[in-house]
DNA sequence: GATGAATGAGGATTCATTCAT
DNA sequence: TATGAATGAATCCTCATTCAT
């Protein structure tokens, strides 16, 4: 008797087991949609075009994402862990200490890197061409990314008001996305340089704020309330 | 007086002169065009609910338009004249010598008050869910408005590198694109620090970039190759 | 007060006056129409694509013809009239004595140099792509010009019972249809060469036909019932 | 035995494997669509008519067939091999020494047959309503059928020179096309009647030229350069 | 007469999803 | 499991025709 449910949030709205020949079946459809994704966009993308592109029939696809938007999360998923695996985990611990300039190329190139490997990850993040509207697909990265966002923020600025810090973090991180499709749309030969100019955005940002918080620093914007 | 055009085939750019209902019937599709991009996307909108939202038929939408494209096309046309007619035009000449934080307010405050009114602006901008994908309808809008920033940013500038120039405006509208999106996507009472945010990171970004060019300054980033 | 209804057939359910100008305008569509049709053909011919050619708008078309079926009839009314005027009329009562093959190029001649200065003549003529099915658009140019042919061959053959060269003219005119779609459908420089072998087709096949009825003359293949 | 087919994107022109299901669709759709093509013409023929016809949705006739075109090439494809199974192959290897009369009965008698029980291969053979314009759709079944004729021909015609075969076969199709019609659209009481006048036509075209290339014969139209 | 506006059903085609095998 | 078949509403767009100006 095989394990019945052995993969990630066996939720019981998730009844669909996998077993050796599914989880295959099941990473090859995420790689196709990952590709279709980036090829056409979330909207524009069909099942049936990820189910050609992962060289199975539509039925097949439907035995393990109950629809679309399914396949969207659990990519998002996935690439998550992924980069949580590669990078991520490894990134935290030890650069909390760091300067604010290294800690934005700790953080930055490994994020730009890893994008460029997998570009559905920025595909999800950015979500729909609606603007302003969440949804399922792409909240789970969107607000996993953020939530890290606002842990380190809140390392560096221990003593600002949580609301305020979640702007900032919100701002930051909207900020990152932007300025990663830009890179990502550069040419290969303008992409270094838009790279420096996309930490040089986040950096004057942020740093007279975590400089408010140490030793005396020259304040050039009197924080108040927002 | 008879046949007042006479000439057969008078070319396929005859000016096709449009009657009050119809110059009438194209406000009403516009209108209903930027509620539908709004509501669902430019991906997802259908000309079908384009036209029902104008309460015509299908029929009626293709007399003056060819496609869902001219229609972003023209859209965006018509936002960016009154964009232009209600604040751009009346903002440049004067502000042209502000120091940095009063040109931000003087350049941001207008145009998130205008995307409030008119957020089909900000969808239109923004374009389609396919990251690095120029599409012609929203081409105008973008490019005229990030002519803009160069134009601008080269008067506060004046001796450095085209090419840099342009990376910087590219940075910056990008940014504050995504701000914009961000501010209008906030709750309302939230509106407001968000706005101030945004401002605070565009400035932090250019301002060294103006005083390195002007009178003695901290260089905190000194600028070489990028 | 000008005459009401000057044009030919002013039958009771054309109620449509033509004036001066309305008689430019029925011309101008009318060439419009045989412009589209030959490009397109008859079913694909929109209206509308035919007003435009026209240089005017959809609803000045149906000022003259009360749908597109009418359209098709009158301009093959008119070509019809144009043909008897040009060529036809001129042509029959010398000729019939002519030996058989000058009678061939007296009427076959001008029917092709017709049909290349008027080729939506032969589109007309060919009806819609439905065989065997008799469309109004172009039963009047078709029995017209088949009742020409009864009537000459009649004079050719004046103890053939009626049935009999009816089908034969039929026939006759059958093939004559062919070779000419074939004729204005080849290469410039095969048009003569297929012209000659319509020719030859049709004269062999009433050559022995005639011959019959005259002088003695050997009957390669003995007339009986049909 | 897991996965048979574990290749991914096996190419764009994969056997795409039919189950007798859908073999059964493909012919239930091929019907349907010989009857409406029959009944209104290639060009008017819907895709949605077909399918109404076949009694499926209109989804699924194109999951056989990617575009109306598609329908008709098969169509003829499948009519001509039905052809060449039924009659043709057996027809040809025994005839070629015949006479030329019971050639043509040889030839033109299966092959009304095979028009009266499949009258959507004249529909076909016939082509659209433009005139001199070839379409895919009819091309291959008018070519080959072509083909067959110049073939033929070159045997009964040796000595004549390629460029003259081909337009007296082209003439001869074209001929024979024609007469089809006539006779599918005839009374039933006088399609005999017709058929045998379309024997004549084609025979007496023929019999001199091939006469002229054995022996000595009455040569009523010396043939010299086209 | 002339125009352009308006219609709405119908065209081809796609798609997320379900079902029989 | 896996497949391909099946669906039918929705997509964009066209067209013959009518109507208000």
Known sequence: ????????????DRPRRRQARGERRVAQLLDAAARVF?????????????????????GTLYQFFPN???????????????????????LMPDHLGLPLDRLMDAVIDPLIQFNRENPAFAVLMHGS??????????????????????????????????????RIAHMLFTVFKAGLALILAAEPDERDAYTTELKRVLLRYIQPLV????PPCRADAPRSAG
């Open 1 to 12: 008797m095989p394990e019945p449910t052995p993969g990630p949030t066996p939720g019981p």
């Open 38 to 58: 980036c090829a056409t966009g979330y909207t524009a993308a069909s099942t049936n075009s990820i189910a050609r592109e992962a060289g199975v029939s539509p």
């Open 68 to 90: 679309k938007e399914a396949i969207a999360v659990e990519l998002g998923d996935q690439l998550l862990t992924r980069w949580q695996d590669t990078y991520g985990r490894a």
């Open 129 to 166: 061409d609606v603007p302003g509207q969440v949804t399922r697909e792409h909240d789970a990265l969107h607000s996993s990314m953020l939530a890290r966002v606002e842990d380190i923020l809140g390392d560096y600025l221990p003593d600002t008001p949580k609301a305020e810090t979640a």
């Open 211 to 214: 400089e408010d918080c140490g």
